[in-house]
Structure formats: structure tokens, C-alpha cells
T-cell receptor, first 114, second 112 residues
Framework: DVKVTQSSRYLVKRTGEKVFLECVQD?????MFWYRQDPGLGLRLIYF???????EKGDIPEGYSVSREKKERFSLILESASTNQTSMYLC?????????????FGPGTRLTVL | RKEVEQDPGPFNVPEGATVAFNCTYS??????FFWYRQDCRKEPKLLMS???SGNEDGRFTAQLNRASQYISLLIRDSKLSDSATYLC?????????????FGKGTSLLVTP
């Protein structure tokens, strides 16, 4: 069974703090993704990575950066958290570089920025 | 025009009913199509891929109409456990990378 885990289910941070969201998958997937999900806006892609040290911007990369030093781990970084980054953050992974296949999602991290 | 559009619902149907959702997409170069299911406060999970010839999995049938640029999901004999949000996903691959477009989801509530 594919497992995607995220470091926290709930997180509360203050404006201006640096925030790290960690995602780990155990199926040797090449592709990894970070999304945020907001009511009325659906799922929006922030960044994705199709290999170690590779990253591509999604639809809403502003205010975020990512790191992929190991194949199994993909980190999302909020350099200076702001209240409009309060959201549900979902990580996903999929196999086979170059082709979009089934994505397996982690349980999500609900981030609140005060 | 949004890349992927779905009727948000909610669709309220009695147990045993048949219900259908449509999803339209704007990019004719779209290559892969999926339906995901998301339960309340849970992560999305793949329900089924959508193939050009249409495909069926038990009570669920998915169809693709490339000419009209829409995909559909039909659920027969609805169960209470089918209550969820159904997300349409449309993807394109190109030399510059991937494009992944999620619809905002259609909410289904099956009632006793």
C-alpha cells in the first residue's frame, strides 16, 4: 500500500514565521506535488517535482519555495508566513516520470497563520 | 474560461437513485482524465481513470467526449457511502512540463 505522510495534521504559526511542511512517500515515486485547498477554490498546485533536486512552479508559487534533496521527501517552505496562507496543504506523489498517473495524497496539514 | 468546470451541487439523491455528473474542460490538448473522490476532511483518492472508450467499475461508469470536451461520471444504485465530493482532473503533458487541472468538485449527498 502506498503511503504518503505529512509531518503535521494541524499547525498554528504567527505572521512572519518561517514554516516547513514535510512530506514523505514510501513507494519510490518520481513525481511529488504540493497543493493547497481552499473552500470555493478547490485544489491548486503550488509546486511539483519530477526528480531529486528538480522543481517546477505550479499555478500559485508566490510566497512558497520547495526542496527535494531525497527522492522520498518533498518539503514546502513558507519563507515568511502570512494570514492569506492559512489553508489545507496536501502533498501527493505519483510514479513514472513524464506521465501523469494516479496521484496518492497525504492526509493534509491544516495550517493557520495568526 | 476556467480550465475545468464542474457543477458544485450539492446533488441530494435518495438511496438507490442514479446520478450523473459532468465536467467540461477547455484545453483540447488534454491527455489524461480522472475522477477522484474526497470525503469530508479527508484527502482525495482516485476513483477511476477515464478512457476514450469509456469504462465501468461496478456501479460507476465514466465516459469521455473529446469532441465536446467533457467527461462524465454515472453512479447507479446510490449508497449512503457514496456521499462525498467528486473531483474531475484533467492533465496535459508537454515539453515544458505538466499541467494539472482539478475541478472544484461536485458534492453528492445520498439520503435514506
Amino acid at each position: 500500500d502506498v503511503k504518503v505522510t505529512q509531518s503535521s495534521r494541524y499547525l498554528v504559526k504567527r505572521t512572519g514565521e518561517k514554516v516547513f511542511l514535510e512530506c514523505v512517500q514510501d513507494m519510490d515515486h518520481e513525481n511529488m506535488f504540493w497543493y493547497r485547498q481552499d473552500p470555493g477554490l478547490g485544489l491548486r498546485l503550488i509546486y511539483f517535482s519530477y526528480d531529486v533536486k528538480m522543481k517546477e512552479k505550479g499555478d500559485i508559487p508566490e510566497g512558497y519555495s520547495v526542496s527535494r534533496e531525497k527522492k522520498e521527501r518533498f518539503s514546502l517552505i513558507l519563507e515568511s508566513a502570512s494570514t492569506n496562507q492559512t489553508s489545507m496543504y496536501l502533498c501527493a506523489s505519483s510514479f513514472r516520470r513524464g506521465l501523469i498517473n494516479e496521484q496518492f495524497f497525504g492526509p493534509g496539514t491544516r495550517l493557520t497563520v495568526l | 474560461r476556467k480550465e475545468v468546470e464542474q457543477d458544485p451541487g450539492p446533488f441530494n439523491v435518495p438511496e438507490g437513485a442514479t446520478v450523473a455528473f459532468n465536467c467540461t474542460y477547455s484545453n483540447s490538448a488534454s491527455q489524461s482524465f480522472f475522477w477522484y473522490r474526497q470525503d469530508c476532511r479527508k484527502e482525495p483518492k482516485l476513483l477511476m481513470s477515464v478512457y476514450s472508450s469509456g469504462n465501468e467499475d461496478g456501479r460507476f461508469t465514466a465516459q469521455l467526449n473529446r469532441a465536446s470536451q467533457y467527461i462524465s461520471l454515472l453512479i447507479r444504485d446510490s449508497k449512503l457511502s457514496d456521499s462525498a465530493t467528486y473531483l474531475c482532473v484533467v492533465t496535459q503533458n508537454s515539453n515544458s512540463g505538466y499541467a494539472l487541472n482539478f475541478g472544484k468538485g461536485t458534492s453528492l449527498l445520498v439520503t435514506p
